[in-house]
T-cell receptor, first 110, second 116 residues
Framework: KQEVTQIPAALSVPEGENLVLNCSFTDSAIYNLQWFRQDPGKGLTSLLLIQSSQREQTSGRLNASLDKSSGRSTLYIAASQPGDSATYLCAVRGTYKYIFGTGTRLKVLA | DADVTQTPRNRITKTGKRIMLECSQTKGHDRMYWYRQDPGLGLRLIYYSFDVKDINKGEISDGYSVSRQAQAKFSLSLESAIPNQTALYFC???????????????FGPGTRLTVL
């Protein structure tokens, strides 16, 4: 059974810092991995999707990497801003559905 | 207008009541999903549908039922609500994941359900 873990559960950093969020999964047989952002009480917004054949994807200040063999993905956020404060979730897609991690709650201090 | 809409956004009900949550999408996607989110447990899949005639149970379907009325509409029902069904419910859609499509999931804004 696929399990997805995100560490740390919460993180506070000063504005301007570069940071890395981690996602690990137990079954490497995945189709893709998706990173989401969730603001309090709101829905999820897709940030990046990495296909199983890809190693990384970039969008603006965000870079996501995928290492299937080790069951790990990282989300790199460059030059963090207070507006980046949110919960970040990763989800891996197996044969027919996504399994979600419990998220990392990020707070960027001004 | 939002691509994925959910109604109602908030609902308070009593134990034993029947509740229906509705989801509509304008993205033209064939796949639709219902999740619930609980603190510390992440999102868990309740039901999913890959087209109008294809409905499947997710990991926590007990106590729930669904109806795919059209490609664009997918509703979730709680036949007899109980307090531990208090949660944030999300509808999501994705494309088929075939060819050039990516199966990216797009979420609605959520419905906060409280069962007293």
């Amino acid at each position: 059974k696929q399990e997805v873990t995100q560490i740390p559960a919460a993180l506070s950093v000063p504005e301007g810092e570069n940071l890395v969020l981690n996602c690990s999964f137990t079954d490497s047989a995945i189709y893709n991995l998706q990173w989401f952002r969730q603001d309090p009480g709101k829905g999820l917004t897709s940030l990046l999707l990495i296909q199983s054949s890809q190693r990384e994807q970039t969008s603006g200040r965000l870079n996501a990497s995928l290492d299937k063999s080790s069951g790990r993905s990282t989300l790199y956020i460059a030059a963090s801003q207070p507006g980046d404060s949110a919960t970040y979730l990763c989800a891996v897609r197996g044969t027919y559905k996504y399994i979600f991690g419990t998220g990392t709650r990020l707070k960027v201090l001004a | 207008d939002a691509d994925v809409t959910q109604t109602p956004r908030n609902r308070i009900t009593k134990t034993g009541k029947r509740i229906m949550l509705e989801c509509s999408q304008t993205k033209g996607h064939d796949r639709m999903y219902w999740y619930r989110q609980d603190p510390g447990l992440g999102l868990r899949l309740i039901y999913y549908s890959f087209d109008v005639k294809d409905i499947n149970k997710g990991e926590i379907s007990d106590g729930y039922s669904v109806s795919r009325q059209a490609q664009a509409k997918f509703s979730l029902s709680l036949e007899s609500a109980i307090p531990n069904q208090t949660a944030l419910y999300f509808c999501a859609t994705s494309d088929s994941g075939k060819g050039d499509s990516t199966d990216t999931q797009y979420f609605g804004p959520g419905t906060r359900l409280t069962v007293l």
